[in-house]
């Protein structure tokens, strides 16, 4: 059993990413490649974007803090702290339309 306080971690991602040159931070709390499951939190400042890319699996995203707009070639969606946004099985991007903190939980397909 191990425990995590993920109000933290997105307040430490705020952070590293506000003195990141990329504007954004992560950290994998569960999982990672080798494993079906993966949660991480991300940090990243306002303008910062997750250039459009592949669903590597079923994903979700949990808004800790901040506002962001997930965007697909047909259709865009707003979210902000509290909405949690079902990824499309599509090509997407991600922007941050203000510092904002996530938790992308992933289960990829084999």
Known sequence: MQKISIEALARQQLGSAALASSGRAADTVFGGHEKVLRQTVIGMTEGTVLNEHEN???ATIYVLRGRVRLST???SWQARQGDLLIVPDARHDLVAE????ILLTVAKLR
């Open 98 to 101: 203000e510092d904002a903190a």
């Open 73 to 75: 070639a047909d259709a």
């Open 56 to 58: 590597p699996g079923e």
